[in-house]
């Protein structure tokens, strides 16, 4: 089961990359083709730039919290399943 959550993260992670990156593409084509002066051209790419880092470092840190709060859930499971088992073993020993 947690195969396949990593791979689903994985694959999560490249289409946030692809489309992050298709957008990237989209706006410096279209910044580059419309009619403005360089200086202006280079202050929207620059921008432009600092938006995706921006929205990347906020994917980035989604996924990072979405990692902890499982890996935290998967941490509680287990810990609850071994006290489970101390608890029966306990039990059985008691009978005995």
């Known amino acids: 089961m947690e195969l396949k959550n990593d791979k ?5 992670a490249k289409v946030i990359l692809g489309v992050a990156a298709g957008a ?3 706006a410096i084509t279209g910044i580059l083709l419309a009619p ?6 280079r202050k929207k790419i620059a921008q432009g730039t600092t938006d995706l880092v921006d929205d990347l470092k906020q ?3 989604d996924k990072v919290d979405s990692v902890k709060e499982t890996y935290n ?3 509680e499971k ?3 399943s071994s006290k489970n088992g101390i608890d029966r073993a306990k039990e059985k020993l008691s009978m005995a």
Request: negative net charge.
């Open 59 to 61: 994917e980035v840190s």
């Open 78 to 80: 287990a810990a609850n």
């Open 36 to 41: 403005d002066s360089g200086k202006n051209t």
């Open 24 to 26: 990237a593409a989209g």
């Open 8 to 12: 689903q993260m994985n694959n999560t």
């Open 73 to 75: 859930e998967s941490l």
